[in-house]
T-cell receptor, first 111, second 112 residues
C-alpha cells in the first residue's frame, strides 16, 4: 500500500485558516486521497476525498498538487471543535475500501 | 437521521472469555466494516460485510469473526480473549462497498 507522511502535530488559532499537509510520493494513478479526522473519545469522521482536482465541501477543501505527490487539507476558519487527529489515507478506486490509519496530525486550536 | 450505533460502549472481560459486539448501521446502509484501534497499531481493518456476505477480511486470527443480518445489523465475536485484544473496536457503515464510511463511537474492550 502506498504510504503517506504527515507532521505529528500542528497548532492554530481560532477563526484562522489551517493548512494540513500530506506527502504521498509513491501514489499510484488509481489511488484516491482521503481525509478522516477523529475527535477525542469519538469514532473517525469522514472529511473529504479527491483524485486529481481540488475538492470543496461544507467541512473543508482539498488541494492536490499537480503531480499528486502531495496534498493539503484546508480548514478555512478553525474552531475549537476542529481540534482532532487528522488522517490522510490513500485508497485504490473500486470496491476495496479497507481503511488503515497511521499516526496522523494532532491539530490543536487555541482560543 | 440516526448515526451508527455500537453497543455496549464499554466492556471488561477476562482472558479466555468470549465477547460479542453489536453494530447498527445508518438506515439504508448495506455495507458494514469492523476495525480495531490501539495506540500502538493505529486503526486496523478486521472485516467487511455486504448483504450478509463477508467481502473482505484483514490479517487477524480466526478467533475474530463476524456476521451480518438481513436488516444489515452486524455482530463481531472474539473468542478465547487475550490481553492484546484490549482495544477500541469500531464499526463503520456505508451505502455500498467503496463509499466513504460513517463510524460509530466504538466499543472499548478491556481484558484483565
Amino acid at each position: 500500500d502506498a504510504k503517506t507522511t504527515q507532521p505529528n502535530s500542528m497548532e492554530s488559532n481560532e477563526e484562522e485558516p489551517v493548512h494540513l499537509p500530506c506527502n504521498h510520493s509513491t501514489i499510484s494513478g488509481t489511488d484516491y486521497i482521503h481525509w478522516y479526522r477523529q475527535l477525542p473519545s469519538q469514532g473517525p469522521e469522514y472529511v473529504i476525498h479527491g483524485l486529481t482536482s481540488n475538492v470543496n465541501n461544507r467541512m473543508a477543501s482539498l488541494a492536490i498538487a499537480e503531480d499528486r505527490k502531495s496534498s493539503t487539507l484546508i480548514l478555512h476558519r478553525a474552531t475549537l471543535r476542529d481540534a482532532a487527529v487528522y488522517y490522510c489515507i490513500l485508497l485504490s478506486g473500486g470496491s476495496n475500501y479497507k481503511l488503515t490509519f497511521g499516526k496522523g496530525t494532532l491539530l490543536t486550536v487555541n482560543p | 437521521k440516526a448515526g451508527v450505533t455500537q453497543t455496549p460502549r464499554y466492556l471488561i472481560k477476562t482472558r479466555g472469555q468470549q465477547v460479542t459486539l453489536s453494530c447498527s448501521p445508518i438506515s439504508g446502509h448495506r455495507s458494514v466494516s469492523w476495525y480495531q484501534q490501539t495506540p500502538g497499531q493505529g486503526l486496523q481493518f478486521l472485516f467487511e460485510y455486504f448483504s450478509e456476505t463477508q467481502r473482505n477480511k484483514g490479517n487477524f486470527p480466526g478467533r475474530f469473526s463476524g456476521r451480518q443480518f438481513s436488516n444489515s445489523r452486524s455482530e463481531m465475536n472474539v473468542s478465547t480473549l487475550e490481553l492484546g485484544d484490549s482495544a477500541l473496536y469500531l464499526c463503520a457503515s456505508s451505502l455500498v462497498v467503496g463509499q466513504p464510511q460513517h463510524f460509530g463511537d466504538g466499543t472499548r474492550l478491556s481484558i484483565l
